[in-house]
């Protein structure tokens, strides 16, 4: 029963049950990554940039929301396929907020990094139409937890009228 190493590395490659793990490996592996990076396209209405967001809360008097994000980032993305893509998230979204993307990479968005302490991603920060930080949080997040935030912003936007 003394196999020599070529013969042993020949079985290996031929054997059906190697065959098929490494195939089913390839199958899980590819999943995986398509789960991670696939985000679906959601309704929110998105505001442009900070200025037009602004203009937009001061004229509705509605509370911003900052989701930092960058196109890297896994957590983004799952919120992103979690939570901004549900239609309960999008209805409360679109009718009490300015929400607006804001990409961590993209050099435009430096001040905007520098003046809400932004070092990681994601972080998502509700602001009245002034730019005060009224509620954030850090870190991914689901559905539950971000209806939540959304409530709690809300109230407390209409009590700092």
Not at 2 to 28: G, Q
Not at 51 to 59: G, P, R, T, V
């Amino acid at each position: 029963m003394n196999r020599t190493k070529p013969e042993l590395l020949n079985l290996l490659k031929t054997h059906w049950l190697w065959i098929w793990f490494w195939r089913l490996t390839l199958v899980f592996s590819l999943s995986y990554a398509w789960y991670c990076f696939y985000v679906p396209s959601n309704d929110i209405v998105w505001a442009e940039n900070y200025i037009s967001a602004q203009n937009k809360a001061f004229q509705s008097d509605k509370p911003i929301i900052l989701f930092f994000t960058g196109k890297w980032c896994v957590p983004c993305k799952i919120m992103k396929r979690q939570v901004w893509a549900d239609e309960q998230v999008r209805d409360v979204v679109n009718k009490e907020f300015i929400p607006l993307i804001i990409d961590v990479d993209d050099p435009d968005n430096i001040d905007l990094l520098v003046r809400y302490n932004v070092a990681g991603t994601p972080i998502t920060i509700i602001t009245d139409s002034n730019g005060n930080a009224l509620q954030w949080r850090v870190g991914g997040i689901g559905k539950s937890e971000f209806l939540e935030l959304l409530r709690e912003s809300s109230s407390i936007a209409i009590n700092t009228i």
